[in-house]
């Protein structure tokens, strides 16, 4: 990669913010749910401009209300933006909950294989984490996701520092 140098700054840069946000992670949950709001609203409109592109009205129709809902969605987070801290966290609970229940009956269909016990840890983890945020129910919703937030940012970033000395030490042929 001739340019390694840009995807080192990138992931330097995500490492910036991760810490900003760590620092900071009800600003950072503040500001997460500012943008998840827009992405709602800017999907909701792509689907929505997709809807002449569909052949069948069937699929229209399942179209226009997608994206209908999504901008609805958007529209209600960034207007009451407090409120969409709240349900938004509810949401990333439920989905730790969710995703750990999963995750240990795979572990159990795993059982006696190598991948047993960290399947079995990461759901284990999961459903801790979920089951935290629920305890502490609204509290942890000023937190919470500016805290998700600065994590993924700096291990994002510590992984796009990775693959910059990576291809740096790669030969331009390979």
Do not use: C
Request: proline residues 3%; glycine residues 10%; aromatic residues 10%.
């Amino acid at each position: 990669m001739r340019h390694w140098y840009l995807l080192l700054a990138a992931g330097v840069i995500a490492i910036l913010g991760g810490v900003f946000a760590l620092l900071n992670p009800i600003a950072a949950t503040l500001t997460a749910t500012i943008l998840a709001g827009w992405l709602f609203v800017i999907m909701g409109l792509v689907l929505l401009a997709t809807v002449f592109s569909e052949m069948s009205w069937a699929r229209r129709l399942w179209t226009i209300l997608l994206g209908a809902v999504a901008v609805f969605v958007g529209v209600n987070i960034l207007g009451r933006p407090l409120e969409g801290v709240l349900a938004l966290t509810l949401v990333v609970a439920l989905a730790f909950l969710a995703e750990g229940v999963v995750k240990l009956f795979m572990a159990f269909g795993a059982r006696g294989t190598p991948y047993f016990w960290m399947v079995l840890l990461s759901g284990a983890v999961s459903v801790l984490l979920g089951g935290m945020i629920l305890s502490n129910f609204p509290q942890s919703a000023a937190s919470i996701l500016g805290i998700l937030l600065a994590v993924d940012l700096m291990f994002t970033g510590a992984s796009m520092v990775a693959l910059s000395l990576h291809a740096r030490d790669r030969p331009a042929d390979a």
